[in-house]
Nanobody, 124 residues
Framework: QVQLVESGGGLVQTGGSLRLSCAASGRTFSNYAMGWFRQAPGKEREFVAAISWSGGSTYYADSVKGRFTISKDNAKNTVYLQMNSLKPEDTAVYYC?????????????????WGQGTQVTVSS
């Protein structure tokens, strides 16, 4: 079992920045590829970013490429999502997820464990 706890969400103005953190406990964190997804009201949960087991490879949705950066600190059992140049359309609940099998997947079913989510609201 892996437990994931997100933090760092909040209210920010357009153009602002936030850094989300996802702390993992349980099994060996370095064995897991990680991802961030988000879900806006009335919409499906969508892929945002992913990172490989070692942190050497990263993957992004087109909508956030160049603005968001995912990183992974295996020593701290934590994955981060640095979000810059935020837009109102980035408003959503953000979830981190862990996959033992696939790195860089954009598909929800490929992730084995999920956090409870953290709210990000970008005001215009």
């Amino acid at each position: 079992q892996v437990q994931l706890v997100e933090s760092g969400g909040g209210l920010v103005q357009t153009g602002g920045s936030l850094r989300l953190s996802c702390a993992a406990s349980g099994r060996t964190f370095s064995n897991y590829a990680m991802g961030w997804f988000r879900q806006a009201p009335g919409k499906e949960r969508e892929f945002v970013a992913a990172i490989s087991w070692s942190g050497g490879s990263t993957y992004y949705a087109d909508s956030v490429k160049g603005r968001f950066t995912i990183s992974k600190d295996n020593a701290k059992n934590t994955v981060y999502l640095q979000m810059n140049s935020l837009k109102p359309e980035d408003t959503a609940v953000y979830y981190c997820a862990a996959s033992l099998v696939i790195a860089g997947s954009r598909t929800r079913k490929d992730y084995d464990y999920w956090g409870q989510g953290t709210q990000v609201t970008v005001s215009s």
